[in-house]
Nanobody
C-alpha cells in the first residue's frame, strides 16, 4: 500500500491550496478515504472523509473552507483548502477511514499570518 500526498506549501492567511493523494496497492474505488493532519506538538486529527459513493464529512474546524473529493479513475483523493488560517499549519496525510497507519511522509502546509 502506498499513499503519496503532495501539493503542500507556504501560503498567506486567506490563501488556497489543493492537496492530492495518489493511491496504489489498494482497491481504491471501494474504500472510504480520509485526510488527516498533525500540527507540531499535537496529535494527528481527522480533517475530512469521502466514501466510495462520494459522501463527505468534515471536522468542524474546516467546514465551509475545505472540500474533499476523489477521482477513482486516477486513484486520487483531493483536498481543496480555501480561506486558510495559521491554525491550519500542519503536515497533511491521507489514509483510509478508519485509518490503517499508511501515513507516508505527508505534505507540509504552512499558513503565515
Amino acid at each position: 500500500v502506498q499513499l503519496q500526498a503532495s501539493g503542500g506549501g507556504l501560503v498567506q492567511t486567506g490563501g488556497s491550496l489543493r492537496l492530492s493523494c495518489k493511491a496504489s496497492g489498494i482497491n481504491f474505488a471501494i474504500n472510504t478515504m480520509g485526510w488527516y493532519r498533525q500540527a507540531p506538538g499535537k496529535q494527528r486529527e481527522l480533517v475530512a472523509t469521502v466514501t466510495s459513493g462520494a459522501a463527505t464529512n468534515y471536522a468542524d474546524s474546516v467546514k465551509g473552507r475545505f472540500t474533499i473529493s476523489r477521482d477513482n479513475a486516477k486513484r486520487t483523493v483531493y483536498l481543496q483548502m480555501n480561506s486558510l488560517k495559521p491554525e491550519d499549519t500542519a503536515v497533511y496525510y491521507c489514509d483510509h477511514w478508519p485509518p490503517q497507519n499508511n501515513w507516508g511522509q505527508g505534505t507540509q502546509v504552512t499558513v503565515s499570518s
